[in-house]
């Protein structure tokens, strides 16, 4: 309405052969994409009405030149009313996109409970780009009779297919976990699974697909997680002074589904799990998120020295400073799962930490 008052007065104090028609137009075609249907109704014919009394006012009413203005507003009047009309469907479709994305996403990658098998959990998944809820990265956990076990993987790729290989590694987990005596006998079951899924597909996806994945036991018999890493970024542990360790493997493995370029047998490293202490287990999306110089986020170094309440305190923190270091610019997803062991089982077995942490036989 601005527009078209202030087309109105500078219509109305220069000479007739000035025209304000860019004005009188512009009005509906910016109130289209903001307002509702009724909004960019009013303010179009507010300037069909304008355009046509400064035309009666000049006494030009009849000139070609003023009637091919007024059909011009018109017609521009109906365009604005179209383009709301499909920005209007366009929202709602999108709408309607995001809710069936968040459900999806709610169905395969369901928020694990905050206590599971006297430990405290924590996870998150933070989408690269605001319309996007799920992609490739992946996180399960779940108490079986062999102890609390837990997955966190990337699989490679974007869209359907990787959201469908999420899938199959989530269900082949929740199965294995369950049914198998040891942590490597389920990376096996992970790892046939996703060799079927590569068989069902064809082209590139065949060939190059992977999951890149670690696995964890924590048994209620002992004080210690077991750790089989498939090519995935290492866990970090956070000691409840503060300081930080990085649970690399002695041996790097595939990841899982590649299995047609060599298979070699999973061994799972044991290391100290202290009362108090945190386990971070993350994907690529943290440890390559970069800042504006290019230089990448090191999720050691910007830990170090500092204690949180829980796991749920630590991935908050966590992802507001990586947003904070990336200037809000992260361009892969980001699964965070936390798991500590509370204080309060320090008399369950083992004593304190005694050293940075270091891989045992498994």
């Not at 459900?103 to 409970?113: D, G, I, K, N, S």
Request: proline residues 6%.
């Amino acid at each position: 309405m601005l527009l078209i008052a202030v087309g109105t007065a500078f219509d109305v104090l220069t000479p007739p052969e000035v025209s304000a028609a860019p004005l009188f137009t512009a009005a509906p075609l910016i109130a289209a994409p903001f307002f509702s249907l009724a909004v960019t109704l009013v303010t179009g014919l507010a300037a069909v009405v304008a355009v046509t009394l400064l035309l009666i006012f000049h006494g030009s009413s009849a000139r070609v030149e003023s009637i091919t203005e007024l059909v011009t507003t018109i017609t521009v009047v109906a365009l604005a009313l179209l383009t709301n009309r499909v920005v209007r469907r366009s929202g709602e479709q999108l709408a309607s996109a995001r809710v069936i994305a968040e459900t999806v996403q709610r169905a395969v990658l369901p928020p694990p409970a905050d206590r599971i098998g006297g430990l405290r959990v924590a996870a998150r998944y933070v989408a690269a780009h605001e319309d996007a809820f799920i992609g490739g990265d992946l996180f399960a956990v779940q108490e079986t009779p062999y102890g609390v076990r837990l997955v966190v993987g990337d699989v490679r790729g974007k869209g359907l297919q990787a959201v469908e290989a999420v899938a199959v590694v989530i269900g082949a987990f929740r199965e294995a976990a369950e049914q198998e005596r040891t942590l490597e006998a389920v990376a096996g079951r992970l790892e046939r699974a996703l060799v079927r899924e590569a068989e069902r597909r064809s082209g590139l996806d065949a060939v190059e697909g992977f999951t890149t994945a670690v696995l964890a036991e924590v048994r209620p018999d002992r004080d210690v997680v077991r750790l089989v890493n498939r090519g995935h970024p290492e866990p970090l542990m956070l000691y409840a002074d503060g300081s930080v360790g990085v649970l690399a493997p002695r041996e790097r493995a595939l990841p899982l589904g590649m299995a047609a370029l060599g298979m070699w047998p999973d061994r799972a490293e044991e290391t100290e799990l202290p009362p108090g202490a945190t386990l971070l287990f993350y994907t690529d999306g943290l440890s390559e998120a970069r800042d504006a110089t290019g230089t990448f986020y090191d999720p050691r170094a910007r830990l170090e020295g500092r204690v949180f309440p829980g796991p749920g305190g630590l991935l908050d923190e966590l992802v507001d400073d990586v947003r904070r270091y990336t200037g809000d610019g992260s361009t892969d997803d980001m699964a965070l799962l936390a798991v500590g062991r509370p204080v309060e089982r320090a008399g369950h077995g083992s004593v304190s930490r005694g050293g940075q942490p270091g891989p045992g036989g498994g």
